[in-house]
């Protein structure tokens, strides 16, 4: 299994990382299926499963394990304490890793995602942030790794330059 973020990403740089790693199935793991920016407009949910259709790849929108509003706004406020703005954060606050963890994961049942895994070609779980330190997905593969054995691989934009 593998992660992925927006950021950094344009849509055809994203659909190739994703054929690289030969993903048959993405996890959209966001609140809201949009990203802000017209730089982004691609990560928005119809233009990107239709967009992943066309490259034969499944997709499954799982809200269940999305962070709250209330969560987000934490992370938020967090960020602005110590002054990063959403795009640069790259760890998640302590609060709200724990209570993304007892208020989220530890009710989300797991197996389901686990039994859906491609027989052939790998799943992505695939949210916002461009690092999975900074992200929820990180926890969802944490979680996978140790009570369900999955293997993670983290996707990130290839640097230039």
């Not at 992943?52 to 934490?74: S, W």
């Not at 208020?103 to 049942?109: G, V």
């Not at 686990?114 to 790998?122: D, E, N, R, T, Y």
Request: glycine share 6%.
């Amino acid at each position: 299994m593998t992660t992925i973020g927006v950021y950094g990403f344009d849509g055809e740089s994203f659909l190739q990382r994703l054929r690289e790693a030969n993903v048959r199935l993405l996890l959209d793991v966001r609140q809201r299926r949009g990203v802000r920016g017209p730089e982004y407009a691609w990560a928005n949910s119809r233009r990107l499963q239709a967009a992943l259709a066309q490259a034969r790849i499944a997709y499954e929108h799982h809200p269940e394990l999305a962070p709250t509003t209330e969560l987000r706004q934490l992370q938020y406020a967090e960020d602005d304490r110590h002054g990063v703005g959403k795009r640069s954060r790259r760890e998640l606050a302590a609060e709200y890793t724990r209570r993304y963890t007892t208020e989220i994961l530890d009710r989300a049942d797991l197996t389901p995602i686990v039994s859906a895994l491609p027989s052939s070609g790998i799943a992505a779980l695939f949210c916002v942030e461009r690092d999975p330190e900074a992200c929820h997905r990180s926890l969802i593969a944490q979680r996978l790794t140790e009570q369900h054995r999955v293997t993670i691989e983290h996707l990130r934009p290839l640097e230039h330059g």
